[in-house]
């Protein structure tokens, strides 16, 4: 049986989904649009500080900076 990874849309097109500058993520987000293995993807870059992992830059995924420790959101009462 492969691995989800194999059928993964980005499969081979680490550059793209390791963007260097913050402007240049939406390339990457391209591939995440239809891709069967999303969820799964999406579940193992949960706590990743660089790429886009399952259609969420570093930023989505809480890490404003793409190497900082993530942030929180206050919750207002």
Do not use: N
């Amino acid at each position: 049986m492969k691995d989800w990874r194999d059928r993964a849309a980005c499969k081979g097109k680490t550059a793209v989904m390791f963007p260097l500058a913050l402007r240049d993520v939406r390339h990457g987000l391209v591939y995440c649009k239809e891709c069967p293995v999303k969820a799964q993807c999406a579940a193992l870059g949960e706590h990743e500080m660089f790429g886009i992992w399952g259609g969420l830059s570093a930023t989505e995924r809480g890490y404003p900076d793409g190497h900082r420790r993530p942030y929180r959101r206050r919750m207002s009462a």
